[in-house]
């Protein structure tokens, strides 16, 4: 039973909504973690117990929910529902354990052809508040501008990191936004005492905590990475100046079907990605050095 059929079900019922609690694998689907369910659970109402409403009808935290839930995938579903609720949880935490200067580190820029990878790291004042900031690549163009300043504004502190192609294909992505990572980290004018980062692991000599998913999880990886994503985009939008002919204002590097075309019939530029499969096939293909 999918969550349409589930409350088409619990109207046919009239249940009183103020007396009831949907509980269990109902509630799941209720709250979109899972597809569907055999069957419709609920109990009277306690009024000690917490919850939330969908579609009027009370339904079981999800805190509640994970405590008794054994499948591990479903977890995972549900802690992030929790943490995407709460991005400043990582944050609180550590301000308990005594650290003062939290960076966030995120990147931007591993997937394209063409140009740098762009990181940016960012130390946020305890008290930040900015509603509607995201994972950057969830945000429109207007936001993200909006945000940038705002961020550059309020922040204790932040810098950028930018390794640029020709260091890319000398010691592969991954390397080079470690590289990136360090760097927007050492250009802050105020260091970090402890760093959170998207699932990156760094060896430097300050506590590193990656986060799956942490531009979604981590307020302060969130403004890191609109740091860091508006800092490219504007990189990529003056090399569509020099080279309109591949679309870069609108692809920002990305190998789209316009990019790829334009390859084929102009070639490629200094900045492109010479170790990157589009470029290195087109490289080899005109036996280009």
Do not use: W
Request: net charge neutral.
């Amino acid at each position: 039973m999918k969550k349409k059929d589930i409350f088409l079900k619990l109207n046919e019922l009239n249940l009183e909504k103020s007396t009831y609690i949907i509980i269990g694998d109902t509630a799941l689907v209720c709250l979109g973690i899972k597809k569907e369910t055999d069957d419709i659970e609920y109990i009277k109402y306690d009024n000690n117990k917490d919850y939330i409403e969908v579609n009027g009808y009370k339904v079981e935290t999800l805190e509640d929910l994970i405590k008794k839930e054994t499948d591990k995938s479903i977890i995972k579903k549900i802690q992030l529902e929790i943490d995407l609720k709460d991005t400043y949880k990582n944050e609180r935490e550590l301000h308990k354990k005594g650290y003062k200067l939290i960076g966030g580190v995120d990147e931007v820029g591993r997937g394209p052809l063409v140009g740098p990878v762009v990181t940016a790291c960012v130390i946020l004042p305890e008290d930040f508040i900015l509603d509607g900031l995201t994972d950057s690549k969830k945000l429109t163009e207007k936001k993200r501008d909006y945000f940038f300043e705002e961020i550059k504004k309020q922040a204790i502190s932040y810098g950028i990191g930018i390794v640029d192609e020709k260091r890319i294909d000398e010691i592969n992505i991954y390397e080079a936004t470690k590289e990136a990572m360090i760097q927007a980290i050492n250009n802050c004018s105020i260091k970090p005492d402890y760093v959170l980062t998207d699932a990156m692991k760094l060896d430097i000599d300050i506590p590193v905590k990656p986060i799956i998913k942490g531009d979604l999880r981590s307020i302060t990886i969130s403004a890191a990475s609109v740091l860091a994503k508006v800092t490219r985009d504007r990189m990529m939008y003056e090399l569509d100046k020099k080279y309109p002919m591949y679309d870069f204002k609108n692809n920002v590097g990305y190998p789209t079907k316009k990019h790829l075309d334009a390859i084929e019939k102009y070639g490629i530029i200094d900045e492109h990605r010479k170790s990157y499969g589009p470029v290195k096939e087109h490289l080899e293909k005109n036996n280009v050095k």
